[in-house]
């Protein structure tokens, strides 16, 4: 704003600017102004050859002694080190080619000192032609290996400067770098033209990121191009050169600044901005300024907020540049940098198209098919189309890749399309195994193409498309005779049905069995457990027992059944391990499983018969087995001993007996002994056994036995048993024996008949005396219950002392009758009622009637008091049943209590 006024605007208060006063007397100009990125610096080059210093924070401009005599061209600030209070260690050149190394700190403990300027020391010195060289444009970058690159242009040449960042605390940061370039030149691009000045621009995507590419305006037109700082030497990549078009005359009307944004460079002329994409270096924008505006001066760009701004001598301007990169896709499109391509329009699914298309005609005219399968396969393009595209061309693989491509981008919902894709890219597998096949020198080829085609039906999409149409794929195979294949595809199906089928047929019956035992599907073990039963028993039966409860071994036996009745011992022993198993470890009641096992021990393991029918217990409620059943398979069988047990365990005694005494006699007498709650019955059986012994056997002394044995027998009940040659000799200790108990007999007999006539006697007097009692009432006793005189109404006296009037007493009583007893009182008390109305009726009748009615109401009075006055209410088993019952009703309890408040 002249030249002692500088004029500070905060983009966020545009209305409130800040005016600062340069405070110079003399005619020194502002030569150039340099405002470090972050907006926290600036630097006022004046042509007296002075610089002044303005901090952010300060209202006052600040005289830098140090860098009095030097007419401060350019700076290159340190965008890594640069704090809000120091600008950290920068470079500084000037008109004579001088490179400076400079630090400007703001600090209250320098407050007294000359000036903020730390240090200013002479680097290096740029000469061009043997004379100096302005320094035009200074730019300091760092990578992440900690290397230093410094890049200087003057007005022909672009230097660049690598060194490594020094690990000291020397403030001295880039003298190291500068000291390796004493006595050789640093790489640099030279043009012969000259605009007497140069300017170069970076282009970085945030404030302290490194910069991505570059920008150089100098006589001979623009250099622009990548920045990579992988490499060793230089920055520098990918360089192109735009030269200036006809309306720009580097004499007459010369370029003044250049600004570089992500895809374009900005040009300043000296009436107008243009714009240039580096992609093609194509113009695609101008933007003139009118004369009243006066002379263009400079352009800048905020690399914070991404504007550009362009000021004169009378305005700013300000650029705010948007979605830039909208029409860059079609550039690298057109440039065959797809991948770029698709990256800018990646959020535009059309343009996405186009350039996914362009590729895919790319690859495909350069004979690349699968990649350009790929790519078709995410087009819109017609399916019929692509498809016979590749088919013309014989590219199987690569139809096979865009069938592929195109079935994983369908939705389930689409189920036509998918069984179509499916079946075609099928068949293409069975047609390449096919050819593979026969050529064992394709062996390799031929197994990845079957783990391919395998791994592709494993898909789970396929499974799903292919779940209600699989005799598809089945026909397919069946034609192709690829079984192995049909085998696989069964088991990804899980149509284990068909694949156990398969290995039954082939004889591979371990096969058949381990894919039943993987799947674990009862029905088919119930399908095929037959089959395999024939040929692999024991390993069917461990199976079953592995599938544990899984399994209903009901549905089980006719695989028993069958294989049982061919007599092979190992099939039957497998049959008898799993029925064991059923009904000892799964604890299976099922009737059906227990006679079978009962049948198979009965037929062919008769020793286990009987330790399982005690193990079953003896009880008719408790066993699983049909006992008709298993008595006819015993008796069948000829097991004696099983059938007794049988009989017993159907309470069926006499022919358990009988089957015993066949076998053992002791077995017989346990028999026998089992009725215990019926002698008869008992004495009976015994008497089976004692004619046996004496009948069959022939043998006394073993009856005489059998009488001890059982104290039911008397020695009259077995002598007809004997026959009539018999001497009384072999038993006559046993007669002896049992008179002397009839003797025992009758003398008890008679103790007990005069206990009874002296108890007959002893009652008849209580009878006598209890006629004779009686009880004195005085006129003073009152009722126990509610004591009112007692003498006032009909009472009742008790032989314990209680006394209680009539009424009181049935009030008293009548709440602990039963339901039955308070009804029968009821009805005696209206019968009473009624006699005494019918007497007072009959009054005129004859005394005989009169007698009988006085009869029956005494009765009715007698029963009555048999009901009330059995016992005293107080002293009685009333009183003993009532003792839980408490002092006032529940229902009452509410009431009584709220009667106390």
């Known amino acids: 704003m002249g030249k002692d006024t500088l004029l500070r605007i905060d983009l966020g208060k545009p209305d409130q600017p800040n005016q600062i006063e340069v405070g110079r007397k003399d005619d020194a100009r502002i030569h150039k102004l340099f405002l470090d990125p972050s907006g926290s610096h600036l630097l006022i080059s004046l042509t007296s050859n002075e610089c002044l210093y303005l901090s952010r924070n300060s209202q006052k401009v600040k005289s830098l002694n140090r860098w009095k005599g030097h007419l401060i061209e350019s700076v290159g600030w340190n965008k890594h080190l640069g704090t809000e209070s120091s600008t950290g260690p920068i470079l500084a050149g000037t008109s004579q080619g001088q490179l400076y190394e400079a630090e400007i700190a703001v600090s209250e403990e320098r407050l007294f000192t000359s000036g903020p300027d730390l240090y200013f020391k002479n680097v290096y010195t740029l000469e061009e032609d043997g004379c100096p060289a302005p320094v035009c444009c200074l730019e300091i970058e760092r990578s992440t290996d900690t290397r230093l690159f410094v890049i200087v242009t003057t007005r022909k040449r672009l230097y660049q400067f690598v060194g490594k960042a020094p690990e000291s605390s020397d403030p001295l940061m880039f003298q190291p770098m500068f000291s390796q370039y004493t006595n050789t030149l640093p790489s640099f691009q030279e043009f012969p033209a000259s605009l007497g000045y140069s300017e170069i621009s970076f282009y970085t995507s945030k404030l302290r990121s490194s910069p991505r590419s570059f920008a150089w305006m100098m006589g001979n037109g623009v250099l622009y191009g990548t920045v990579d700082f992988t490499r060793p030497d230089s920055l520098l990549s990918d360089v192109q050169v735009w030269e200036y ?257 398969h290995h039954c047929q082939h004889d591979d019956h371990a096969a058949a069995l381990a894919v039943m035992a993987k799947c674990q599907d009862p029905n088919l073990f119930y399908k095929f457990s037959p089959i395999l039963m024939q040929h692999i028993p024991r390993q069917v039966v461990d199976a079953w027992i592995d599938m544990k409860r899984r399994l209903d071994p009901k549905s089980l036996i006719p695989a028993l059944v069958n294989y049982s009745q061919m007599g092979s011992s190992a099939q039957v022993s497998e049959a008898i391990r799993y029925l064991e198993f059923c009904v000892h470890q799964l604890q299976v009641t099922d009737q059906a499983i227990h006679n079978y096992l009962l049948s198979l021990y009965a037929k062919y393991k008769p020793k286990a018969l009987l330790w399982y029918l005690e193990q079953a217990g003896s009880s008719a409620h408790h066993i699983h087995y049909d006992l008709k059943y298993a008595l006819r398979l015993c008796a069948e069988n000829n097991q ?149 005189p007692l003498l006032n109404r009909p009472f009742y006296l008790f032989l314990c002392g209680h006394m209680f009037h009539s009424d009181c007493l049935q009030q008293e009583v009548v709440p602990h009758f039963s339901p039955f007893k308070q009804a029968r009182l009821e009805e005696l008390q209206r019968r009473l009622a009624a006699v005494g109305q019918a007497k007072s009726r009959q009054r005129s009748k004859e005394a005989e009637t009169s007698d009988r009615g006085q009869q029956s109401r005494d009765q009715i009075k007698s029963d009555i008091d048999d009901l009330v006055a059995a016992e005293c209410v107080y002293c009685g088993e009333l009183m003993i049943k009532s003792i839980d019952k408490p002092f006032i009703d529940p229902q009452r309890c509410e009431e009584e209590n709220n009667s106390w408040l």
């Open 245 to 501: 078009s006809a309306d720009i005359s580097p004499e007459t009307q010369p370029p003044r600044s250049i600004v570089l944004t992500q895809f374009h460079f900005l040009l300043l002329l000296p009436d107008r901005v243009k714009a240039v994409c580096t992609l093609n270096g194509q113009l695609v924008f101008e933007d003139a300024f009118p004369d009243k505006f006066g002379r263009v001066l400079r352009m800048v760009k905020d690399s914070v907020a991404g504007l550009v701004w362009v000021y004169t001598e009378r305005a700013v301007f300000r650029y705010h540049i948007q979605k830039e990169s909208r029409d860059v896709w079609q550039m690298y499109m057109n440039m065959g940098k797809f991948e770029l391509a698709k990256e800018y329009c990646k959020d535009r699914p059309e343009c996405l198209d186009t350039v996914l298309a362009r590729e895919a005609d790319h690859c495909f005219r350069n004979k690349k098919y699968v990649e350009s399968a790929k790519y078709y396969a995410l087009t819109q393009k017609y399916f019929e189309e692509i498809a016979l595209k590749f088919i013309e061309a014989k590219q199987e693989e690569a139809l096979k890749e865009f069938l592929l491509k195109k079935l994983k981008n369908l939705k389930l919902e689409d189920r036509t399309q998918l069984t179509l894709l499916v079946t075609w890219l099928t068949e293409i597998y069975l047609n390449r195994l096919g050819r593979l096949e026969d050529d064992k020198s394709k062996r390799g080829q031929f197994d990845a193409s079957r783990e391919e085609f395998r791994k592709f039906l494993s898909g789970s999409k396929i499974k799903e498309c292919l779940l209600s149409n699989r005799s598809i794929i089945y026909d397919l195979l069946a034609s192709h005779g690829n079984v192995e294949d049909m085998v696989f595809f069964s088991v990804v199906m899980q149509d284990y049905e068909r694949v156990v089928a």
């Open 640 to 788: 004696n001993q099983a059938c007794v047990h049988i009989y017993k365990t159907m309470e069926l005694y006499e022919e358990a007996v009988d089957h015993a005494l066949q076998m053992d006699v002791d077995l017989a007498k346990s028999c026998a002994d089992m009725p215990e709650d019926d002698e008869e019955l008992r004495k009976k059986l015994w008497l089976k056994i004692a004619r046996h012994v004496v009948q069959e056997e022939k043998d006394v002394k073993k009856a005489m036995v059998c009488l001890s044995s059982c104290n039911l027998l008397k020695i009259e009940d077995i002598l007809p048993f004997f026959p009539n040659f018999v001497t009384i000799d072999h038993f006559k200790e046993a007669i002896c024996s049992s008179l002397q108990e009839y003797n025992k007999h009758i003398d008890e007999l008679k103790q007990e008949m005069e206990e009874a006539t002296e108890s007959a006697k002893r009652i008849r007097e209580d009878i006598q005396e209890m006629r004779n009692k009686y009880g004195v009432v005085e006129s003073q006793e009152k009722c126990a219950s509610c004591d009112f």
